[in-house]
């Protein structure tokens, strides 16, 4: 089967390629970028252009709105009426641009992102300001071309007598780019533009002392000089802008803050929505009432609150947690030589000249051809006159105009064009043609010529003029500065106590990770019942709190864990909490929790004993472990652990100076007994150092932290379940690092192995659970005092029961 005729057999990519590579310049050069010259994206210019073509201008009455979208879209733009009408009604809301280039009567939307009324009902005409980005459009100063079906023809760019693309920004998303450039002030902006024009090699610190920042047509406050001074170099930086905010006192000592700027492009209904959700979600305690009290008179959010509230921490937490403070984001990328570009402040001023200097050069064209034609006719007429009987006499005896026009050329030596203008004069012309009026007239286009030219051959003559314009403008358009600018951007901290309610609380820790803090009510409803949890757990710490303390949680791994008690889920007594893991994705599989411990303040002076199952401890101040800034999702270390089998079997927390010692006891039932202050105190990530001599395969089963001097006794639990109790003071005090004394007499056949090591104290009962999940109970008081050689007495049956499986501690009320 042969080809038909014209079909083109091509792939997939390139088709996709070629088509979307036409379609994203499109977007990005006749869609969403403003041209660096006017500041206008295409949909802008045209609603303009078409706009002022239909005399729809600020001296006219007001014209329905409908009518002018319709006229847009038939001649200029073939697009959505929606997207017309919707840029239309962009361009007159005085909180979006700084200096609004459209009036509108009716309903053109609010900064709550309520929709404009529909286009039938609303009535619209162009500002006096957008008079003078059209000015001088009809003297051959821009570019035009054919409109989409060649009737009608448009501007590429509109003559523009300030610098709009700064004074009312643009933002825009086009294929491959965006844009994001903020509001100026107008005057401000005229004033840089004059003394670049002046100074073309002007410094931006220079230019930054005319135009020192954004102006937005909200106000606000915004912060970060250096920030913004980047931002003007190189198109792209980041600043923060934040509202206008007052404390005003209320009566029986309470305050409110009242809002009365809010940050550019923020919508307030979702705002006050945002803040009055803290109040109801209990993010946030503090706030009794959030108000949006704006009206005609201007924009004002009041958040009232309760008694004795620090307002200032409530405002900082607002600042941080809601839009009432944003980052601004500058991305300064505009249509530049038919090229998106991002451009700095310098090259859009720049851009603006070069295009002003074009216009004003093409305008003074224009009008210098216009007054030299003018002129030509004058010098024509005043000829006439002064033989005004011959004219006429050669007139009358002329066959037609054009005979008539041929005539007076040939016998007075008129041009075509002064022939022309002396047949078409009408004879009611002749009574008040007064010579003199000629005359001034010539003379007056005889300065204008010489004054045009002078601009056309002087850039210095043109760029006064160019000034003088601007310097009108400003004159007529100028407002005060709206945005305040501070320098440094300010520091927001938030106090735990401004936000969290003081409250007692119950708090629960188990062995394998899982964390909640209970209300007093719910622990005293069901503190009898057990805490549901799997079975191989078990609570490791359990007390009374408050919502405003502090937890260290370490584990078996090397890991410390922080929480702030109010971060810990909030559940009845009996339920199971939430496990670490959920927030902190890198622990371990098996890995334990070996100590909790409470506190309200870092201490300067406490620090922690930590001691590993393979023979090493260390000491490391408290401090270590202040808040980091990632504490919800990564734990710190609190030691290297230089092995995978190595873990962490003891942790305390103790006073720099208490005079300790240390007692460790392992499997193969050695006790070392030492000064702890022979133990040197290092840093959070360091190893530390050896702690005992172990033998091959030996490993310390616990590391006592006890009071130098103190009559305590131990309680021995060996893996065959025999328990025996013993003093301290048995054995006698050697070195760190050495092997240590027999804690127990060894066996020639099943020996006894250490399983666990208990600091006898009174309110502890021990619990021996055997393999067959047997709990045997043991008060240290009923068991008699051995000596160091002794291996204790049986307390499970080792044939029935099997070998112990775990020992733990309780304590009794």
Not at 87 to 106: F, T
Not at 600 to 618: A, H, L
Request: hydrophobic share 35%.
């Amino acid at each position: 089967m042969s080809e038909r005729q014209g079909v083109q057999q091509l792939t997939l990519e390139e088709i996709m390629g070629d088509r979307f590579g036409r379609y994203s310049k499109y977007i990005i050069q006749d869609r969403a970028l403003p041209d660096i010259r006017d500041g206008l994206k295409p949909v802008q210019r045209r609603i303009l252009f078409s706009m002022n073509k239909d005399g729809n201008t600020f001296e006219k009455a007001f014209r329905k709105s409908a009518k002018s979208v319709g006229n847009i879209m038939g001649n200029y733009h073939p697009h959505g009426d929606s997207s017309i009408y919707e840029a239309m009604v962009r361009m007159s809301q005085d909180w979006k641009l700084r200096n609004p280039l459209i009036e509108m009567h009716g309903n053109n939307g609010s900064m709550d992102g309520d929709p404009p009324a529909a286009m039938r009902y609303t009535e619209a005409r162009l500002s006096e300001l957008s008079g003078e980005l059209l000015t001088d459009i009809e003297k051959e100063t821009v570019n035009f071309v054919w409109n989409f079906d060649d009737t009608e023809k448009e501007p590429t760019v509109l003559p523009a007598k300030y610098p709009n693309l700064l004074v009312n920004g643009s933002t825009g998303i086009s294929a491959g780019y965006a844009t994001e450039i903020p509001t100026h002030n107008l005057a401000e902006i005229i004033d840089g533009t004059v003394y670049l024009i002046d100074h073309p090699n002007a410094s931006l610190d220079k230019l930054m002392e005319f135009i020192p920042g954004p102006d937005f047509p909200t106000g606000g406050i915004l912060q970060g000089k250096k920030e913004l001074k980047k931002a003007y170099e190189t198109g792209k930086g980041k600043v923060i802008l934040r509202s206008k905010t007052a404390i005003e006192p209320l009566k029986a000592g309470r305050e409110q803050i009242v809002i009365t700027e809010i940050p550019y492009e923020v919508n307030k209904a979702v705002l006050v929505k945002k803040m009055d959700e803290l109040r109801l979600n209990r993010r946030l305690e503090g706030i009794s009432e959030v108000r949006d009290e704006s009206d005609r008179t201007g924009l004002r959010i009041v958040v009232e609150l309760k008694k004795e509230v620090d307002a200032e921490g409530i405002l900082n937490y607002l600042f941080k947690n809601t839009d009432l403070q944003i980052n601004y984001n500058f991305n300064m990328v505009a249509i530049h030589k038919l090229r998106p570009e991002q451009v700095g402040l310098k090259t859009v001023l720049d851009a603006y000249i070069d295009h002003r200097k074009d216009v004003i050069r093409k305008r003074s064209e224009f009008d210098l051809k216009k007054a030299k034609n003018r002129q030509h006719i004058v010098s024509g007429l005043i000829k006439a006159l002064s033989i005004l009987d011959q004219v006429i006499a050669t007139i009358r005896g002329s066959k037609d105009k054009k005979d008539a026009k041929m005539n007076l050329v040939k016998e007075y030596d008129f041009t075509e064009e002064q022939a022309e203008a002396i047949v078409s004069l009408q004879l009611y012309r002749l009574t008040n043609t007064d010579i003199t009026a000629l005359e001034k007239e010539s003379k007056e286009l005889s300065e204008l010529i010489a004054k045009l030219q002078l601009i056309l051959n002087n850039e210095k003559e043109l760029l006064n003029v160019m000034k003088t314009e601007l310097r009108e403008v400003k004159k007529q358009y100028k407002t005060p500065r709206l945005t305040k600018l501070e320098d440094e951007i300010a520091e927001i901290t938030i106090e735990t106590a401004v936000l969290i309610p003081q409250e007692d609380v119950m708090v629960s820790i188990t062995k394998e990770g899982y964390a909640k803090r209970s209300s007093l009510r719910s622990y005293s409803a069901s503190k009898e019942d057990t805490i549901e949890m799997k079975e191989t757990d078990r609570l490791i710490f359990s007390s009374q709190l408050n919502t405003h303390d502090h937890l260290l949680i370490v584990t078996n791994k090397g890991n410390m864990i922080y929480r702030p008690v109010h971060e810990l889920i909030d559940k009845r007594w009996k339920d199971v909490g939430e496990h670490f893991s959920l927030s902190i994705t890198s622990l371990g599989m098996g890995e334990n929790i070996v100590a909790v411990f409470p506190y309200s303040e870092i201490s300067q002076t406490k620090q922690f004993v930590f001691v590993t199952k393979e023979g090493m401890i260390k000491r490391t101040q408290m401090k270590e472990f202040d808040v980091w800034r990632t504490y919800k999702s990564r734990p710190t270390l609190c030691i290297k652990l230089k092995t995978d089998t190595d873990e962490i079997i003891a942790a305390d927390l103790i006073e720099e100076n208490s005079h300790k010692d240390v007692l460790l006891v392992t499997n193969m039932a050695f006790g070392l007994y030492y000064d702890l202050d022979e133990v040197p105190v290092v840093g959070a990530r360091a190893a530390g150092v050896k702690s005992i001599n172990l033998k091959a395969d030996d490993f310390v089963v616990d590391g006592l932290i006890l009071d130098r001097g103190e009559d305590v006794t131990i309680t021995i639990v060996t893996q065959r379940g025999s328990i025996k109790r013993m003093k301290v003071s048995e054995l006698s005090k050697l070195g760190r690092a050495k092997r240590g004394l027999m804690v127990l007499r060894e066996l020639k056949s099943n020996p006894h192995r250490v399983f666990s090591v208990v600091k006898n104290q009174d309110n502890k009962m021990i619990h021996i659970v055997a393999e067959n999940n047997k709990v045997y109970q043991v008060n240290y008081k009923d068991l008699p005092i051995n000596d160091r050689q002794s291996n204790g007495s049986f307390i499970i049956d080792e044939k029935q029961d099997g070998s112990v499986k775990e020992v733990f501690t309780e304590i009794i009320e």
